[in-house]
């Protein structure tokens, strides 16, 4: 069963306004990076973030957008000091925030709401899970624009929530993710057109 979300005009204008404040055009490749998540031990690490969005910007001059709410920015602000990115966390609504990501040529996130978001407007998408089961938490949708990313849980016995390092989350490697957004965007790129 296909999820659905439905946008006013206003939300989706709102969205266009920022894409066009941040002089982002609509030939730029858009890839919206969602670093936070509900809690910490479904975060992948900064680090991580940092790593492939350095690898991608080798591969060709994407453009990238961290989401996130208002108490995520500074995660935001940590991958920015490293790297060319442009911030929303904080600075639009819910449904605005959903607009944008309407707006990615690909979404990469943890598992939150943000990745439902973009799965409801088939955005094409890399989600990635290990503590939480990608089985339970995913709709069962076959598509093509899909990619999830799951490792096995670390400890045999997960702490969940009590879990302040994301052990889990480390064993996803910034290169896979890497090659399976290039492999996602190149497919999209021969189709010449944003799912839609």
Known sequence: LQIKLFLTRQENQSAQR????HHLSSNAILIGIQPGASQKFKQWPIRHFISLIQ???RHRNFKFVIFGNQEERPLAELIKKKVKVIIS???LSLRQSAALIKK???FITNDTGPMHMALAQKVPLISLFSPTDHHLCWPHLDA????VIAKPKTCYSCVGHLCHQPYCMEQIDPLEVSQRALQLIE???DQNIKIS
Do not use: A, R
């Open 144 to 147: 093509p624009h899909v990619e």
């Open 55 to 57: 690898s991608l910007h």
């Open 89 to 91: 966390s904080g600075e």
């Open 187 to 189: 497919t999209q790129t």
């Open 104 to 106: 990615m040529d690909l």
């Open 18 to 21: 920022f894409l066009t404040k």
